[in-house]
């Protein structure tokens, strides 16, 4: 981050960090430091201590080391501010230490808000049979049943017969 530039303000409200923008003013230019400071910040990201993203906005994951060396990260202030000063003692980025940002809040499916209880999961209605006008005779091939749609509706009868008939028909050619 650079210091002392009109920029200052922007840093200073910026909730999100590139980690070179971080190392920059942590480090001041010393290799040897930046070197050590940017492997400890890498690890601090895996192990759950400061909070990252992609600055790509993809939503898989790519080890840290690997977005922090394609320039891809995102270090949250917040979380990282408090990692540092347990480390350091205090906040190396010349800015007042902020609350973390409000939690980033995420769309929502739109079934979730219809109002009513079919956000539980529901089993899926299957039809069922309604009737069957020629069931108890001896050859159950020719029963044909009147099925019940969801929508309470009834579907046309059709003997199973018929509908053998028609698959047979159709392997054949």
């Known amino acids: 981050m650079p210091s002392e530039t009109d920029c200052q303000k922007y840093w ?3 909730d999100w960090l590139s980690p070179v923008a971080i190392l920059e003013q942590w480090c001041q230019g010393d290799r040897d430091c930046w070197k050590a400071k940017s492997l400890a910040l890498v690890s601090a990201c895996e ?6 993203e992609r600055s790509d906005g993809k939503t898989f994951e790519d080890p ?3 977005l922090f060396r394609r320039q ?3 270090i949250e202030r917040a979380s990282f501010e408090a990692w540092v000063i347990k480390i350091e003692g205090r906040n190396p980025l010349n800015s007042p230490t902020r609350p973390p940002a409000a939690p980033k809040l995420t769309a929502r499916p739109a079934w979730l808000d219809r109002g009513d209880s079919v956000a539980v999961a529901q089993p899926v209605p299957q039809p069922a ?7 108890g005779k001896d050859d159950q091939a020719t029963a044909t049943a009147k099925v019940a749609h969801p929508d309470d509706s009834v579907l046309p009868s059709v003997s199973s017969q018929a509908l053998t008939e028609a698959f047979r028909k159709r392997s054949d050619s």
Do not use: H, K, P, Q
């Open 12 to 14: 200073d409200a910026s």
């Open 129 to 135: 049979l309604e009737t069957a006008t020629d069931a």
């Open 64 to 66: 840290v080391l690997e």
């Open 47 to 52: 192990r759950g201590e400061i909070n990252y």
């Open 72 to 74: 891809l990260l995102l």
